[in-house]
């Protein structure tokens, strides 16, 4: 269908045509699933390498679709992005995410702060560090409850890198997230007044065995402590892996060799049994 037009193009290609029906039905949707609260956080944990003691968790998003299914965020967000919703759908994030640590404090769970992906798109509104503030008080938690991991820092303006530097003076600990790919590197880390350093999972996949195969790895962990950074190794998928971050002075494992993200329901079991392994 090489010549033909464009209409025609999308005709005859079933695959790209169904596609396009997709997305905009899940367009569509966006406004109703936040009505009907088809949006929700799995929690996966972060441990301390040192005490092997779970520290935290990021709150990843999922969308309970209605039609589709469990959909994950690479399916919406970056169309949530697009169309804007991903503001309203971020301020829902935040409300989960600090509903939830209420929740575990009421059931004596024990608290540990919850890391909230943030887009490039929600700093850059005027209102993001008051509205972040105004909801982590609504819920009666300490600005210290409360992570953001931000990412493409470079798409960041003035006024955004403004609105962190007020974020961190008053207490939530930023993160920056996918670092070693190109969209956050040693660059950024001079732009914004963060406090954590994700190594992104792309690199920790590179780390085969206890040697020190993974040179950009390590370097970044000894980079990250002169610069006082605690650094988070994510996508850890073995013991291996485990040994060797340990080793290299990694603070802080995340990935599928600890725990896979979970409902907030299963927090409680799994801290159980994490303690006793
Ligand atoms: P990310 O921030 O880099 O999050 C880590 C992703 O790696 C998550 O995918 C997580 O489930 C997955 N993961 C964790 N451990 C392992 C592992 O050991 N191996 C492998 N292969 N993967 C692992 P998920 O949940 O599908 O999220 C994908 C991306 O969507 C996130 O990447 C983040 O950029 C974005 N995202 C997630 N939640 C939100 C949100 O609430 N708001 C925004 N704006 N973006 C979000
Ligand atoms: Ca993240
Ligand atoms: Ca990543
Ligand atoms: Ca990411």
Redesign the pocket.
Known sequence: AKKAGRGQYRFFDQSLNLKDVEEFHLEQSFAEALRNREFVLHY?PQVCLDSMEVIGY????RWHHPEFGLL???RF?PMAENSGF?IPL?ME?LRLACAQIAQWKVDNVPVRPVA????PIQLAQQEFCRDVINMIHQHGLKTCHLEL?I?ETAMLDAKAVESLHSLKAAGVKLSL??FGTGYSGFAHLEAVPVDKLKID?SLIAKICNSHDDSPIVSSTIILAKRMDLKVVA????TREQVVHLKVAGCDIA????LSR?MPPEDVPGFLRTFAEA
Do not use: C, K
């Not at 909230?116 to 887009?119: I, K, L, M």
């Not at 994510?234 to 998928?237: F, L, P």
């Not at 995340?254 to 060799?257: A, D, T, V």
């Open positions: 996966q990021e709150a990843l998003v994950f965020p690479d967000i991903v971020g994030v909230v992906n943030v887009s991991e990412t997230d996918d999972r994510e996508g850890v998928e995340q990935g599928y060799h993200p």
